[in-house]
């Protein structure tokens, strides 16, 4: 809990002054601005009544229009009837695909590429988060391919068409509205496979954060965490470390720090849920630069595979752990971190410095309603071992690599931290 976290990493004096981070002094950093392409086809609609946008965007690709969406309280709230009408208003023929899972499976893709086969679908609209809309990405592969999905997923075959997506987005978390990534379940192997295809990135995005207004408040939180670790990944990279990147990174973090308490004291704050589903879309579209370390993502599919913990609770776990694992050899880049995103004062020792900032990020998790352990989220019996084998088979390989590669042992050091 907070206390116990605030108990294990001491404050320092408060009359100490707040030094500002100097962002290329990290050992071994390269911080020359590297070539890149940058392309970002997706048109995006941002407001209030966005979706109603969505017959007018859907027509152009053809007659007929599959919508996917998830949970019941999208019929019921009226949205999807609302859709529904637009649409058909636009001379469409829409065909039902609901019921998506949380975290998207093999299974459910299956089926619903062969609806899409069957009805003729010329365009996907997914309506929903990152799990529609990954399951609307799996499923515009398998329409235009007769190879089986999961070896698309596996790298086992490619494609070089896909159908079109539209997005009507009502959780922001992913940015998979405007990004080619999506990430599927295996249901028989329990395996997590995430894929990053161009051709699968959505041609528009209807996004009004006023959709958002009724998500849970642990809902909230687990999806704010997400967008932060985005950024915090992309922070965290030796190899792209210049000051507008640095910068650029630690205003999506601040951003979420700033407004996921709002969003949970006010859930009917435009601003405040405005301000978290575009930071959502910077995060994780490119526009912070390209690659990151990705080592707690790569662990948090462990965790939600075989621990049944949200995305964003794993996440949490993940990132504060990680910090922790490397705060012994990368002191000053964690105390930099620390200042620059957590606003704690500059110590006269960095390593204590990193200690306060770590526990700045521990109570903010407590106070969002989220455990920032295994221990705290009552997977107290969890072989840390076994975890670890599921993320390095064979105990061979690394995870991340762009900060600090992550051997066997490594993740084994890390996982024990994050139990707590």
């Not at 999961?150 to 539209?166: C, D, F, H, N, V």
């Not at 950024?231 to 990279?237: C, G, K, N, Q």
């Not at 407004?259 to 490119?286: G, K």
């Not at 705060?327 to 306060?356: G, K, M, R, Y």
Request: include cysteine.
């Amino acid at each position: 809990n907070a206390g116990a976290a605030n108990t294990a990493w001491p404050p320092c004096a408060p009359e100490a002054a707040w030094v500002p981070p100097c962002l290329s002094r990290w050992p071994d950093c390269d911080t020359s601005m590297k070539n890149f392409t940058f392309s970002f086809p997706t048109q995006v609609i941002f407001g209030r009544d966005a979706e109603t946008h969505a017959g007018a965007l859907s027509a152009p690709f053809g007659p007929n229009v599959m919508l996917l969406y998830g949970s019941d309280p999208i019929r019921r709230s009226g949205l999807l009837g609302r859709l529904t009408a637009d649409l058909e208003a636009h001379g469409l023929t829409v065909t039902l695909f609901g019921g998506i899972q949380e975290n998207p499976v093999l299974s459910t893709a299956e089926e619903g590429r062969r609806l899409a086969t069957e009805k003729k679908i010329t365009l996907l609209l997914a309506v929903g988060g990152g799990s529609v809309i990954d399951t609307a990405k799996a499923i515009s592969l398998g329409a235009k391919n007769s190879v089986p999905l999961w070896e698309l997923y596996s790298g086992k075959a490619q494609t070089q068409r896909a159908l079109p997506i539209g997005v009507v987005l009502t959780t922001a978390a992913t940015a998979s509205e405007a990004n080619g990534v999506s990430v599927l379940c295996h249901d028989v192997l329990h395996e997590k496979a995430a894929l990053d295809e161009p051709l699968t990135r959505p041609r528009f995005a209807l996004m009004n954060p006023v959709l958002t207004y009724t998500l849970p408040p642990r809902q909230t939180a687990s999806c704010a965490v997400d967008i932060f670790s985005h950024a915090f990944e992309r922070y965290f990279h030796k190899g792209q470390q210049g000051t507008l990147r640095s910068q650029m990174c630690a205003a999506v973090m601040r951003t979420v720090i700033t407004e996921l308490p709002r969003a949970l004291a006010h859930p009917d704050s435009y601003d405040a849920r405005s301000q978290l589903m575009w930071a959502s879309t910077v995060a994780h579209s490119n526009m912070l630069g390209f690659e990151g370390d990705f080592a707690c993502h790569a662990l948090s599919h462990v965790f939600t595979t075989e621990l049944g913990l949200p995305h964003g609770a794993a996440l949490g776990i993940l990132m504060t752990a990680w910090c922790k694992y490397m705060l012994t050899d990368e002191t000053e880049a964690i105390a930099d971190f620390c200042t620059l995103v957590w606003q704690v004062p500059s110590c006269p020792s960095q390593i204590q410095t990193a200690q306060n900032g770590i526990s700045a990020f521990q109570d903010f998790l407590c106070s969002s309603g989220l455990p920032v352990t295994l221990r705290e989220a009552g997977l107290c019996d969890v072989s840390i071992e076994h975890l670890a084998r599921l993320a390095l088979p064979d105990m061979a390989g690394t995870l991340g690599g762009n900060f600090r590669a992550l051997d066997y042992g490594a993740v084994v050091s890390l996982l024990q931290l994050a139990r707590g």
